[in-house]
């Protein structure tokens, strides 16, 4: 797959405010916040969407469930977070390399929309 947006910020190409980094993944903030905290959870791997993940992916989709609870814990938002994953361009995914949404610090709704 040719390089998105989101590899040149995992190569640091393009500057973003990083919040927490590993071996494995990036998490930054989302440029166009739709809550007080909304921050982008990406595998370092080059992943289109969820729908092409393989089961040989299945403990780095693991962590990335895990960083977000951490993260959501240091931000003292454990309680009340969302995660979105768009999948797809008919699902609005507008970035494709995989990435889940950590959105919290307003009122939610359900169904979201
Ligand atoms: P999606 O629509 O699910 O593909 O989400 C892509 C997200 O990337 C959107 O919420 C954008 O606001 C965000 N985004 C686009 N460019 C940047 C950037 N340079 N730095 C941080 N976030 C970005």
Known sequence: MTDTLFKKIID????ADI??????????????PVAP??????PKKQIEKVADAKLTDKDLLGHLMLVAGNVA??????EAFRLVVNNGSG???????????????????????
């Open 73 to 78: 814990r240091d931000l003292g938002v454990e």
């Open 91 to 113: 699902a609005q995914q507008t970035v494709f390399h995989l990435h889940i949404h950590l959105i919290a610090g307003r009122e939610f709704n359900w169904p979201p929309g």
């Open 37 to 42: 905290i909304h921050l982008l959870i990406i």
């Open 12 to 15: 640091r190409e393009i500057p």
């Open 19 to 32: 919040v927490y980094e590993d071996d494995d993944c990036l998490v930054f903030k989302d440029i166009n």
